[in-house]
């Protein structure tokens, strides 16, 4: 059974700093993984997808990686800002069923 | 549709009440997932639907919860004699035949409240 384990739960920076989301899965026989990001009382946007033969998606200041083989996603966030805080929230797609992690909830501060 | 759409976007029940929530995916997506948020925690998978193969229901937490989908249209859940644990945010997500390269797309979700 596929785990994903998304670390740390709570990360709190400063406006401006640069950061690190870290997420692990069990199983690498994966399709995609995707990133997505919640914000509270709100639905889930998805800002990056990897595909399984990607190693890697910019979008704007967000990068994500996926190492397959190791089982690790990382989603980094360039000069974070106040407008970033979220929780944020990692989901592989294998077989039929995508499996999310528990999240990161982000709070940048100005 | 633009997007997948949830409705209601909010609904508050008595305890014992049936509830229908309904997912509107976008068209032509063949994959249908209803998901369970409860306050502060995780996604709780519940049910998923693929074109017009049986759905896999090994999520739903008991018999009081079911869930319809006509081929790739409307999908509702339904919640009978509702309790106050089965307060949550009830999310809906719908993905093309080639979800490995678009990945899904989720609705904004149902508020439910038990009381």
């Known amino acids: 059974k596929q785990e994903v384990t998304q670390i740390p739960a709570a990360l709190s920076v400063p406006e401006g700093e640069n950061l690190v989301l870290n997420c692990s899965f069990t199983?690498?026989?994966?399709?995609?993984l995707q990133w997505f990001r919640q914000d509270p009382g709100k639905g889930l946007t998805s800002p990056l997808l990897?595909?399984?033969?990607?190693r890697e998606q910019t979008s704007g200041r967000l990068n994500a990686s996926l190492d397959k083989s190791s089982g690790r996603s990382t989603l980094y966030i360039a000069a974070s800002q106040p407008g970033d805080s979220a929780t944020y929230l990692c989901?592989?797609?294998?077989?039929?069923?995508?499996?999310f992690g528990g999240g990161t909830r982000l709070m940048v501060k100005p | 549709g633009a997007g997948v759409s949830q409705s209601p976007s909010n609904k508050v029940t008595e305890k014992g009440k049936d509830v229908e929530l309904r997912c509107d995916p976008i068209?032509?997506?063949?994959?249908l997932y209803w998901y369970r948020q409860r306050l502060g925690q995780g996604l709780e998978f519940l049910i998923y639907?693929?074109?017009?193969?049986?759905?896999?229901k090994s999520g739903l937490p008991s018999d009081r919860f079911s869930a319809e989908r006509t081929g790739e249209s409307v999908s509702t859940l339904t919640i009978q004699r509702t309790q106050q644990e089965d307060s949550a945010v009830y999310l809906c997500?719908?993905?093309?035949?080639?979800?490995?390269?678009?990945?899904?797309?989720f609705g904004s979700g149902t508020r439910l409240t038990v009381v």
């Open positions: 997500a719908s993905s093309p035949s080639n979800r490995a390269v678009y990945g899904y797309t």
């Open positions: 068209s032509g997506h063949t994959a």
């Open positions: 639907f693929q074109g017009n193969s049986a759905p896999d």
């Open positions: 990897i595909q399984s033969s990607q």
């Open positions: 989901a592989v797609y294998a077989g039929n069923m995508l499996t």
């Open positions: 199983d690498s026989a994966i399709y995609n």
